[in-house]
Structures are given as structure tokens and as C-alpha cells.
């Protein structure tokens, strides 16, 4: 089950699983592609998992054992794939909120958002290799991007799994919170980046010519939303 949050420019994903300790199978991709759909006009998005035991544990391996040829195997990982990428290229900024472990698949999905916040007793591997297979998800590309190609091919070779602090040192994830601070955290970033100056932020950091960044900020610039916040700030310094 697949649940959507809109709540003023914040789009919520959650994969409610817990019994399953949030693992996708078939119907999970359908609900995921329909979430990212109505989430389109949110200006932040979101991932994150039911309970507190897991975010993501991969594949559910009971529905993924009914693959048994190279050709469905490889078509499952390819809308797989599809689906992190559009996580990827999602407008605005998108966080995974790791409720819990993040393993395998897991970690595939909370490598296609920009940002990963954890709560501090989360564990974090691609440890696929403890299946006899590989991240088929975009997960090793993006995790190269993040650590280096050294760190990636160790950790997804060997199947490491990190505590949230040793993740955080390595730039695997980037915001590590207590327990008890976690929903309240992450929700309060994920507010503050639900802006279009945000978004704008990620486009620019993303690639584009110097031209470009120079024309989103003009376009800023010249806003009602840009005056409204000027005005209000040099009012208040009189």
C-alpha cells in the first residue's frame, strides 16, 4: 500500500508495508508510479516508509521469486529503474526520510533523492551480493556519484551494511536525527525546501550554463514573492 500527503507545496510518499517491512513488489510499482503522478505540482516530495523497522528492504522476494527468465528479470529492473529515475528528476527537491533499515533495493530508492535523513539507529547496505546478485535499480551508478567508485564497488561488492553515523562520514546520508526528533525533523526540512527558490536551487546545482543560473535567479528577482519577503524585511529595519 502506497500512501500521498499533499500538505501546502509538500508531497508525502509513503510505502505502508510494514508487515512486509516495506518491500516493493509488482502492485507496490503500480502505487508508486500513480503517488509520483498526483505529487506533480508539489514543489518538495518526500519518500518514506510505515513503521519504524524499515524504509524500503528491497524486493519482496516472495511476489520476485515468480521471475525466472533473464528477459523478466530484466524487464522488472528496468521499471524499477524507471521509477528512481523519475524520483531523480522529480522538480523539487526530494528527500528519503529513513524510518528505518534501508537495505538492498532499499538503499537503491534512497540513493534517486537528493537528500537521505535518518533516524540515528537506522542500518544502510547494498547487500544484494548475500543474494548472489547486483543493484539492478540505478542504485550502483548513484551510489559511485556519491561516495567515489572505489567506496562504491566496495560497499556493493561485498554487501557492507552501515549505521546511520558511518553512512553520514562516508556522505551516504546526510542528516542523522534521534529517534525521537526524526518525523518532526525531516518535516520541517522537507517544509523549508517546498519553495520554488528551492527547486530552482536543484535545477541549477543539477547542471545548467552559467546563463542559465543567471536567469533563474533574474527570474526570482523580478517576483511578487521576491518584493512581498524584500518588503517585509526592510520594513522591519526601520
Not at 516472495?62 to 521509477?83: F, N, P, S, V, Y
Request: with cysteine; aromatic share 4%.
Amino acid at each position: 500500500m502506497v500512501e500521498l500527503e499533499l500538505d501546502e507545496g509538500l508531497a508525502v510518499i509513503t510505502i505502508n508495508r510494514p508487515e512486509a517491512r516495506n518491500a516493493i513488489a509488482p502492485a507496490t510499482m503500480d502505487e508508486l508510479e500513480k503517488a509520483i503522478d498526483a505529487a506533480g505540482e508539489a514543489r518538495a516530495l518526500v519518500l518514506t516508509g510505515g513503521g519504524d523497522k524499515a524504509f524500503v528492504s528491497g524486493g519482496d522476494l516472495k511476489e520476485l521469486a515468480k521471475l525466472r527468465t533473464e528477459e523478466q528479470a530484466a524487464d522488472m529492473a528496468w521499471r524499477m529503474r524507471g521509477i528512481c529515475d523519475r524520483l531523480a528528476a522529480f522538480p523539487g527537491p526530494v528527500i528519503a526520510a529513513l524510518n528505518g533499515h534501508a537495505l538492498g533495493g532499499g538503499a537503491e530508492v534512497s540513493v534517486a533523492a537528493d537528500i537521505r535523513i535518518a533516524a540515528h539507529d537506522i542500518k544502510i547496505g547494498f547487500n544484494q551480493v548475500s543474494l548472489a546478485i547486483m543493484p539492478a535499480w540505478g542504485g550502483a551508478e548513484r551510489l559511485s556519484r556519491l561516495v567515489g567508485p572505489g567506496r562504491a564497488i566496495m560497499l556493493a561488492g561485498s554487501g557492507e551494511i552501515l549505521d546511520a553515523a558511518s553512512a553520514e562520514r562516508l556522505g551516504l546520508i546526510d542528516r542523522v536525527l534521534p529517534r525521537q526528533e526524526f518525523d518532526k525533523g525531516w518535516r520541517a526540512l522537507a517544509k523549508s525546501l517546498a519553495t520554488v527558490p528551492a527547486g530552482e536551487v536543484k535545477r541549477v546545482v543539477r547542471g545548467v550554463s552559467e546563463q542559465e543560473a543567471v536567469q533563474a535567479f533574474a527570474r526570482l528577482w523580478v517576483s511578487d514573492e521576491h518584493w512581498a519577503a524584500a518588503d517585509r524585511v526592510m520594513n522591519r529595519a526601520k
